[in-house]
């Protein structure tokens, strides 16, 4: 597989997709994880995914290159679209 930046040409990145037994593994260990998730306590589960918005906004310029260069968004477009995969989070809780 091949991402290419659609503004410049340039390869984002390249590597080897996965193999439908792959994609079997992954399901099933994610349904493991959810059951496992779903039994965690309210308090624990909030507490993990506002860790998560941490870390997406310490990396939010990160976030947003991939984004523009996957996309061809502008930057101030990509900045806006990483801000938000935080704050949405809020609202899921």
Known sequence: MKSTN???GATVWDG????????HTAVAKARDAFHAFSLTPLSERVAIMERWVEAVTARKEEIAR????EIGKPMWEARTEAGAMAAKVAHSI
């Open 6 to 8: 659609p503004v410049t």
């Open 66 to 69: 991939a984004i523009s260069d």
């Open 16 to 23: 080897e997709a996965a193999s439908p037994a792959d994609v």
